[in-house]
T-cell receptor, first 114, second 115 residues
Framework: AQSVSQHNHHVILSEAASLELGCNYSYGGTVNLFWYVQYPGQHLQLLLKYFSGDPLVKGIKGFEAEFIKSKFSFNLRKPSVQWSDTAEYFCAVNSTDSWGKLQFGAGTQVVVTP | DAGVIQSPRHEVTEMGQEVTLRCKPISGHDYLFWYRQTMMRGLELLIYFNNNVPIDDSGMPEDRFSAKMPNASFSTLKIQPSEPRDSAVYFC?????????????FGAGSRLTVL
């Protein structure tokens, strides 16, 4: 069965610390990969996406993610977080032959302390 | 573009009542999705449409839930009768078909509380 797993459910870190959130997927075939962010009380917004090409993708607000096909991973990183990065982060995957069905991971709640 | 528009933003109702949630997708988007978000189960895909036709409704919890898309600019998700366990935030999202538009844009959500 297709699945998306995020390694951490909760992460607490201080401002200026580096952030890395893990995401692994289990899909056959070619995939599209996404990271969405949900700020407190708001809807999901796209942070970045990978369709093809350079496996290191850069998104908004200084976030980047690296697709490692051999590890079925798409980890999210930010070198120096800010308090405003407090949010829930969702990894999502679909396969290119049925991309209509986007599967989300369980989410990682990130709290950045001042 | 105003984005994906959902209504109501908040609804509080009593068990047994009918609930109707509404969604207006982004103009030109061919796909429309309904998701439910709860603390216990996270984000669950309930159903999605392509060109107004339901493609996959395997995520719809039970017969109390129904969704329609009578035209390209409007969809409804109905719960009848509602139960307390239906309390959740329901998100609508839309997506285009063209390369580069293959990304879901979410609405602000409808927070449902069933007492």
């Amino acid at each position: 069965a297709q699945s998306v797993s995020q390694h951490n459910h909760h992460v607490i870190l201080s401002e200026a610390a580096s952030l890395e959130l893990g995401c692994n997927y289990s899909y056959g075939g070619t995939v599209n990969l996404f990271w969405y962010v949900q700020y407190p009380g708001q809807h999901l917004q796209l942070l970045l996406k990978y369709f093809s090409g350079d496996p290191l993708v850069k998104g908004i607000k200084g976030f980047e993610a690296e697709f490692i096909k051999s590890k079925f991973s798409f980890n999210l990183r930010k070198p120096s977080v800010q308090w405003s990065d407090t949010a829930e982060y969702f990894c999502a995957v679909n396969s290119t032959d049925s991309w209509g069905k986007l599967q989300f991971g369980a989410g990682t709640q990130v709290v950045v302390t001042p | 573009d105003a984005g994906v528009i959902q209504s109501p933003r908040h609804e509080v109702t009593e068990m047994g009542q009918e609930v109707t949630l509404r969604c207006k997708p982004i103009s030109g988007h061919d796909y429309l999705f309904w998701y439910r978000q709860t603390m216990m189960r996270g984000l669950e895909l309930l159903i999605y449409f392509n060109n107004n036709v339901p493609i996959d409704d395997s995520g719809m919890p039970e017969d109390r839930f129904s969704a329609k898309m009578p035209n390209a600019s409007f969809s409804t998700l109905k719960i009848q009768p509602s139960e307390p366990r239906d309390s959740a935030v329901y998100f609508c999202a839309s997506s285009g078909l063209a390369p580069g538009a293959n990304v879901l844009t979410f609405g602000a959500g409808s927070r449902l509380t069933v007492l």
